[in-house]
């Protein structure tokens, strides 16, 4: 798995999206679950805000500030 912050988007790829929703489930326990969960009835972006309280891409320009590179 790549390090933390890698990809310019958080679909991008296997190793990019895990990062990703590891870190977001630091601010959410079981966050992946509950993602997992919405999506068996397709992918919103809404599903962020929902869970988190933020916007995806507001939550991915966090993760990215957080894991410069």
Known sequence: MGPAGDGER????????ARFLEYCGKFKE???GELNRKMKN???DDYFKE??????????????????R
């Not at 679909?11 to 990019?16: E, P, T, Y």
């Not at 309280?53 to 957080?66: C, L, M, N, P, T």
Request: hydrophobic share 30%.
């Open 42 to 44: 397709g992918y919103s």
């Open 10 to 17: 958080w679909d991008q790829g296997n190793d990019v999206t």
């Open 51 to 68: 869970l988190l309280g933020k916007k995806r891409d507001r939550v991915w320009r966090d993760y990215k500030a957080r894991y410069p």
């Open 30 to 32: 079981g966050f992946v």
